[in-house]
């Protein structure tokens, strides 16, 4: 795709998602019921995921993380991981792959408002997820992205009859994409290279939300981040550690969305597009950051106190969204 063509569309892809943010909020008060050692990545230049042209989109899966729904499968292969916060405060993930697709990813659960602001940093991504609530899903059907929702008929879904409903859905990539679109795909506006200087030695970082936790912890020995989640290790389902090359830790407003689920908990909407602090980890060192996202079809740029791009390890980054404080 060329410039011009891909600014065409995402003008186009910006429209469409203004108007499903308008759609939304005249909807407001309804209701409806692994680890390898890095190899010289510091001498590496430094690299943006931000401009080039993709090759494809990449497939966003939303992933089930309460109790029940661990182990998870597949998120060890993930490019990007997002954790946002949901109802009762608990959390939820976004697993995001663009360079390799695993054989299944799971479980698969139910898309949220926020993730469509979220998702609009890419090139008409794919959307897997378990379903939506019915006044959310005229809002999936107008974002500039392929929504792939588990429908009885769709061959991209299977049920593991060893899990108890609703944490036993999973995926399989291949039968919504033939192959990994590439890392050109991850327009993110991360930048990766040499860690900056200064920073502050650190072992380990919680994040809270009311009713979860996401803990991270330095290791030595894989060079990676290895994470808990709720005070316990974290695994997957073939008994390894998630364990990221980099850990974001993202500042956002978190507001009421339009939406309640049915219990009648409000559904947070997560405000990914504004400015605000973060804290970035790599390498066992925790730095001060600003983060930095004009529109919901650009990626989020991430600056040190001088302005200069902060840039992340090579591997796999976390984003863990929290409120303002």
């Known amino acids: 795709m060329t410039g011009s063509r891909r600014g065409t569309h995402r003008g186009r892809c910006a429209a469409l998602l203004t108007a499903a943010v308008a759609v939304s909020l005249a909807a407001a008060g309804c209701t409806a019921g692994p680890g390898t050692k890095d190899d010289g990545r510091a001498a590496e230049p430094e690299r943006s995921h931000s401009a080039a042209p993709a090759s494809g989109p990449v497939l966003a899966v939303k992933v089930d993380n309460v109790r029940a729904a661990r182990p998870q499968t597949g998120l060890e292969d993930a490019d990007v991981v997002y954790a946002e916060p949901v109802e009762a405060g608990l959390s939820r993930l976004m697993a995001i792959y663009a360079t ?54 769709s061959a991209a879904y299977v049920r593991d009859r060893n899990r108890q409903a609703p944490h036993n859905l999973y995926l399989r990539p291949d039968e919504l994409l033939r192959k990994p679109s590439g890392a050109a795909a991850l327009t993110t506006g991360f930048t990766y290279g040499k860690a900056p200087a200064g920073g502050r ?18 290791s030595d020995s894989r060079d990676r981040w290895l994470v808990a989640m709720d005070g316990s290790p974290a695994r997957t389902t073939d008994g390894g550690r998630p364990a990221p090359a980099t850990v974001v830790v993202q500042h956002v407003t978190v507001r009421e969305s339009a939406f309640r689920d049915f219990r009648g908990s409000n559904s947070p909407y997560v405000e990914s597009v504004g400015s605000g602090r973060a804290e970035v980890l790599r390498d ?19 600056t040190t106190e001088d302005g200069k791009p902060l840039n992340f390890a090579e591997g796999q980054v976390w984003v863990v969204f929290a409120g303002r404080s």
């Open 100 to 153: 390799k697709l695993p054989e299944r990813v799971g479980p698969v659960r139910s898309a949220r408002e926020s993730d469509l602001e979220l998702l609009g940093q890419f090139d008409r991504p794919v959307l897997a997820f378990s379903g939506a609530q019915s006044k959310l899903l005229p809002l999936i059907d107008k974002a500039p992205l392929r929504a792939e929702p588990a429908d009885e008929d």
């Open 284 to 302: 066992g060192r925790a730095y001060d950051a600003t983060w930095k996202r004009g529109a919901a079809e650009d990626g989020t740029t991430f």
């Open 201 to 218: 030695a650190e072992s380990s970082h919680t994040v809270r939300y009311p009713s979860a936790s996401f803990t991270f912890t330095w």
